[in-house]
């Protein structure tokens, strides 16, 4: 048995007063008690520094990219060797960042939930991996070449059941279009209602969750009346800006506990003026860089104040800004958005286990859970960038070199 004495201790709740002795067996979370705990005498203690957390959890991940320019762009002409390459690049920076596990919303070829697959048949030292296959896309739209292409009724029905063969955790779709994508259209929806509703009642008769990319706010209210389970971006934009939705809407989503990411976290250091997509994009609703962020910034505190349950998910991996391991920026976001320091945190640990289906054993320091662990410099709920500095990981137990 394994015993770490930490004076500022966040369980993935909230902030512990004085501390914790949290007691660690295998790969397990065995017991929690108050700084001052005796420990037994055959116990080994660590005693840290800093800020003891959860190990934190990117809820919208693209392992397949590199995060380099262009990176989404790339995929298509990766082999499947290039692409577990990528895959086993995008883990290490995830890991080293502190994040213990995985939402992956963008895979292609199966080839993440491949990766997934060995992780469960031999762990490995890598972040846990949720997987959802490659997204459900109309004809030529967005991200269709991970090859999720669909049209018409039975190639929907089709294409949700084979990824429920295949074991997938979740199944996402592209309810709107992309920035990213040539030819579609983020502020367009990009499939029928009853298109969508097929999806999520075929997908859901299965016991599998449905999470919609949906930029446009036809689509963020498409995606709630289908009864999807999570909203990527909830960006709620048109052609007069971001957030243009009414507070019915807003009300409708927060009563629905549809888990919103909104997919903050820039890596401000390495900033690069947008691509030409975006810069149409910020173009046509007459913004800045700078504006569209604020705004965007301000739409997150509206969905906040309005009660939207949020998780943390940064769509890493896909542009340098965005960056494998850019999660802790996202939390940081969301404080200056206006949540608590416990607030945002939990959108990242917690929060973001109970919508990836990991929630009874992940994302908490309490017995019986994983012990997947972050120990960071200072006292984070003083200082919630001291999240950008991790001093030491444990996956499952096992020390991860930094």
């Not at 009864?227 to 990527?232: L, P, Q």
Request: proline share 4%; aromatic share 4%; glycine share 10%.
């Amino acid at each position: 048995m394994h015993a770490i004495r930490v004076r500022h201790v966040y369980d993935g709740e909230s902030f512990l007063a004085g501390g914790a002795t949290v007691f660690l067996e295998d790969c397990s979370i065995v017991g929690v008690e108050s700084y001052e705990f005796p420990v037994p005498g055959v116990c080994q203690v660590t005693v840290h520094e800093g800020t003891l957390l959860p190990g934190l959890i990117d809820a919208h991940t693209h392992l397949v990219t590199d995060s380099g320019v262009s990176a989404l762009d790339r995929v298509a002409g990766f082999s499947a060797e290039e692409i577990d390459r990528v895959v086993s690049a995008a883990l290490h920076d995830q890991l080293v960042a502190g994040v213990t596990t995985v939402r992956d919303l963008g895979d292609r070829r199966f080839c993440v939930l491949e990766r997934r697959d060995r992780q469960l048949s031999a762990p490995a030292i890598e972040p846990t991996i949720v997987a959802s296959g490659p997204p459900l896309t109309s004809t030529n739209g967005h991200c269709h070449y991970l090859g999720g292409e669909v049209a018409g009724t039975e190639e929907i029905i089709r294409a949700v059941a084979e990824r429920v063969e295949r074991g997938v955790d979740i199944i996402k779709v592209m309810a709107s279009g992309g920035v990213n994508t040539p030819g579609t259209d983020a502020m367009l929806t990009q499939f029928t209602a009853d298109q969508m509703r097929l999806i999520v009642d075929r997908a859901h008769a299965a016991g599998v969750p449905v999470t919609a990319h949906a930029h446009g706010t036809p689509a963020v209210e498409q995606a709630l009346l289908a009864g999807v389970d999570g909203i990527e971006h909830c960006s709620c934009v048109t052609a007069r800006g971001f957030g243009e939705v009414s507070e019915e809407t807003l009300t409708a989503l927060a009563r629905s506990r549809i888990a919103v990411c909104p997919t903050l976290g820039y890596d401000t250091h390495l900033m690069q003026a947008p691509p030409p997509a975006i810069r149409a994009v910020m173009a046509r609703m007459g913004m800045t860089v700078e504006e569209m962020l604020q705004v965007r910034s301000d739409f997150v505190a509206r969905l906040h104040r309005s009660g939207v349950r949020l998780v943390s998910g940064a769509d890493s991996g896909i542009a340098p800004a965005k960056r494998h391991g850019v999660l802790p920026y996202a939390v940081c976001e969301l404080v200056t958005a206006g949540l608590s320091v416990a607030e945002a945190l939990a959108t990242a640990t917690s929060g973001a286990a109970q919508a990836c289906g990991v929630g009874a054993r992940k994302g908490r320091i309490a017995p019986g859970y994983h012990a997947d662990l972050l120990g960071v410099a200072g006292d984070l709920e003083t200082d919630v960038t001291a999240l950008h500095q991790p001093r030491w990981v444990l996956l499952r137990g096992q020390s991860v070199s930094l």
